[in-house]
């Protein structure tokens, strides 16, 4: 979100650099990728990037004792898959009253969920750094919803998570593990210079993967 | 952070799942990987959580009026290195007012950041899933400490860090990017089954990588 720029004004500091003896292919090139930014799908790539993650970065308000208050971040297997493997952009994970998020959630029912194109590694491949904002990045913030589990659909969803985390088969019995679904209030998107994006949930939701 | 176990409950289970025709090498290895696991050297672990990556997700109370009060989470690039590239433990990273984190720390100065091993694949990569205990991550706590400028301390300390992160020669001079170092005031690590560890800070910085 750190370079406020217009295309007027990349023109006008093509021009000028241009003048100084810069090189005009290179000018060219940050226009082309400008006017390329210009067509980026904000839901589509948030999207992408819930689909494509494993996990979020799970931010919290503290109750524990030791941190109380402070904000609290940490790994959550998430898991945004339908039966058929398709991305149906909601986000399912599980929690426990055993670990930090799961009794911060159920004190100050606000979370928020970070997802980066650097959790495997495209940026560092592709020579990007991971805060530069062409890293893209989608920061998506709302409730925790408890699923209920007594319906098919719970049984359903959970099975749909143990196919991406088998793990989870383990976790579940063990330690009282719980499905829930991130009930989406706001979502950030960082994909170019410029500034955050607002992604309405209903547009995210509407993108087909 | 799930199972909690000790090694006489280990031994009784061997004991009891041999009874019941469990493989004793699966008891065998269980028991390793306790042993194992009584000698991890959690504030290591945190050091080389730390200096590994090149981010981390990093929490602070939004002062955003869209999300106001929500725990932020933001990925921030870091740097623990000295002139010699070798691990100093001291979190240094480049903040902006004109992102999340920059107005949040100066609103209210609670931060955390996650470090975990997925962010090098390093779970991925043996076959652990991202929120499985044995994936360690650690969550280190504290507060923005803004580094005076007009030291030369600081200039070297931003030549470490655009060592490590080039692209950010160019956000300094164009957004006012200024170089801070956190102030920890707690250290959990989670590296195995049974609950997270607490690290001292002196205990974190006296490892040598």
């Given amino acids: 979100m750190y370079k406020r720029y217009s295309l007027p004004l990349l023109l006008l500091l093509a021009s000028f650099s241009c003048s100084l003896g810069y090189s005009a292919n290179r000018d060219a090139a940050i226009i082309a990728e400008h006017r390329q930014h210009l067509k980026l799908d904000h839901a589509k790539i948030a999207r992408e990037l819930v689909h494509r993650a494993n996990w979020a970065s799970v931010g919290s308000i503290s109750t524990n004792e030791i941190v109380k208050d402070y904000p609290m971040v940490n790994i959550i297997a998430i898991d945004d898959n339908d039966a058929n493997n398709s991305s149906t952009g909601k986000i399912h994970f599980l929690l426990t009253d055993l670990d930090f998020t799961g009794p911060d959630w159920q004190s100050n029912n ?100």
């Fill in 110 to 209: 606000k979370v928020t969920f970070l997802f980066s194109d650097e959790q495997t590694l495209n940026c560092k491949n592709a020579n990007k750094d991971p805060m530069e904002p062409t890293c893209a990045r989608t920061i998506i913030s709302g409730q925790v919803k408890r699923l209920p589990e007594d319906t098919p659909s719970y049984k359903a969803s959970l099975q749909d998570f143990i196919k991406r985390h088998p793990a989870a088969a383990n976790w579940i019995p063990e330690h009282h593990f719980y499905l829930c679904e991130l009930d989406i209030q706001n979502i950030f998107v960082l994909d170019f210079y410029g500034g955050p994006h607002n992604v309405k949930p209903a547009d995210y939701y509407a993108i087909q993967l």
